[in-house]
């Protein structure tokens, strides 16, 4: 697990940027105006207990005991059964410090990884209260909400900011939800753990920054303005970025990436991100993200409804975007690669055409049966392309296959790797962040599918259905000279609000935590 306490080792050196919203505010301080603070506290209930009438949390039980008068406990009695995980109580005017309080409920005491859910239920459930108490206060329109730690800091960071992220940019004014200032809440004589506090707070700012990526119209994030827009994110945290245009990926023979770029008149630009936190001779992990800004499925179309969130295709290179810049404000001493081909796939009179053979740069060739199967078109040259850099370690992400949601919904993401130790480090990361993920087989029965034409090397689609499989084996082709990590996104690019109490419906930005944690155990556990 990557907390705050392995994390101190390095605030010497790389000390983390303060938040503004992490000042610590005592409860004895004076409040000229307490119309819109609200604090979210918790409370522990046994389930599987009708009758359980619950436990406060430390932080609770002294604020009850030293701020509320021990009001606390006993409006409780009075506003129906304790709340269970995804409830809450609102109390309005119990202490003169705070206009409203939230109690919401963590469900038992004891809970911790359950093997079957392949998740941290305690982790988790304190996402699931943050966040709902947040959200409860920001439809009050409270400006400031200090949330306590439930016991782990880091996580109920998370689910604060997550929970009350919302996509205001194209709402007039007056519509908009307010964004309410989050802040640690304190208590003279209890111990809080600041340091992880501040990481959950780094890794649901990247999450979110996926999120806003994600959800930015067609239009409005074309592949220039989105080259654009990530050089002023980028820059700004220490991090370089190169900008390459469509001669110099014609002059590398990207012949398979150009080829879904054919059919617009966005031309096709690739980014080279480079972040060094360690010495520069030091291997660095390589991170390729499918930069669709748009995806209609090129001459063979999608329905209406299919391209409705094509605008999200590019999950992949926004998850690279925001990791690489989470990864340079903690200040990780590690090196990072970030590759991202950026391009859109619609019709045009120049589009790529079902019969289409492209030549990628180490010679094979690749028959396009389907245009609308260009995910791993777009990965293939990046990765061949990662080979100049001697990786560690490579790890691409897209949004491939829509057949993962008809056996999975979107409840996972669909995971293949070459090595059991870069699946096991993501499997142990995921059980942290409530990101779930399954590996899927990379047996040779699907590379033979996609070997059976009898005049080129490959073909984009291949035989029979198992295209999720089939589109990962047609990778592995090209990622043989390194160990390797496959992750296709397309299952969790959405929800529907309701079944992650801690996002709200729309884009998820997962899992963008999940490859954070993953990279920062990683080099942590390496350093002497």
Request: with cysteine; net charge negative.
């Amino acid at each position: 697990m990557f907390s705050g306490r392995i994390f101190t080792q390095f605030l010497g050196k790389n000390p983390l940027k303060r938040w503004k919203s992490t000042l610590r505010r005592s409860l004895d301080e004076p409040c000229l105006d307490t119309s819109s603070k609200g604090l979210v506290l918790g409370v522990y209930v046994d389930e599987n207990n009708l009758y359980d009438e619950g436990r406060l949390t430390q932080t609770a039980y002294s604020y009850n005991q030293r701020l509320a008068n021990g009001r606390l406990t006993e409006l409780m009695k009075f506003s129906g059964p304790i709340p269970r995980r995804g409830e809450s109580r609102i109390f309005h005017n119990i202490d003169p410090v705070f206009s409203t309080v939230v109690v919401t409920g963590l469900g038992h005491d004891c809970l911790d990884f359950d093997r079957d859910e392949n998740m941290d239920q305690s982790k988790e459930a304190i996402r699931t209260a943050a966040a709902l108490g947040c959200q409860k206060l920001q439809k009050l329109r409270t400006v400031e909400i200090q949330v306590e730690d439930f016991g782990h800091a880091e996580s109920a960071a998370e689910g604060a900011a997550l929970g009350i992220w919302t996509h205001n940019q194209y709402r007039s004014q007056s519509s908009r939800l307010i964004e309410p200032q989050i802040v640690l809440h304190e208590q003279e004589g209890i111990e809080v753990d600041r340091v992880g506090w501040e990481i959950g707070l780094q890794k649901a700012e990247a999450q979110n920054l996926t999120r806003q990526l994600q959800d930015t119209p067609a239009n409005l994030l074309t592949p220039s303005l989105f080259a654009q827009h990530i050089v002023n994110i980028l820059t700004q945290s220490g991090v370089n970025i190169e900008v390459k245009v469509k001669n110099w990926a014609e002059s590398h023979q990207m012949n398979s990436y150009l080829a879904i770029a054919k059919g617009s008149c966005e031309p096709a630009i690739f980014l080279e991100i480079s972040y060094f936190g360690t010495d520069y001779n030091e291997r660095p992990i390589v991170l390729i993200g499918q930069g669709n800004t748009f995806d209609s499925g090129g001459l063979c179309r999608k329905t209406a409804d299919d391209q409705e969130f094509g605008r999200g295709d590019m999950a992949g290179a926004a998850i690279v975007v925001s990791t690489c810049r989470a990864i340079a404000s903690m200040g990780l001493p590690v090196n990072i690669r970030g590759l991202i081909p950026l391009c859109e796939h619609i019709m045009g009179a120049s589009a790529m055409k079902p019969g289409d053979v492209v030549k990628t740069m180490n010679g094979k060739c690749i028959e396009i049966e389907d245009t609308d199967a260009e995910g791993p078109l777009v990965i293939v040259d990046a990765l061949l392309y990662a080979k100049n850099f001697f990786p560690r370690f490579v790890i691409d992400i897209g949004t491939i296959s829509q057949e993962i949601t008809e056996a999975f919904g979107n409840e996972i993401t669909a995971v293949f790797s070459n090595s059991d130790v870069l699946w096991k480090q993501l499997k142990e990361a995921s059980i942290h962040t409530g990101d779930r993920m399954w590996c899927l087989p990379l047996w040779d029965i699907f590379r033979q599918k996609m070997k059976a034409s009898p005049h080129v090397d490959l073909v984009n689609v291949g035989l029979a259905s198992g295209y999720t499989c089939k589109s990962a084996a047609l990778l592995s082709e090209f990622a043989e000279f390194t160990d390797w990590l496959h992750m296709d996104v397309y299952g969790v690019m959405l929800t529907n609000g309701k079944d992650i109490k801690y996002l709200q419906e729309g884009m998820t930005g997962r899992p963008t935590r999940t490859l954070i944690e993953m990279i920062s155990k990683s080099v942590l556990e390496q350093r002497p």
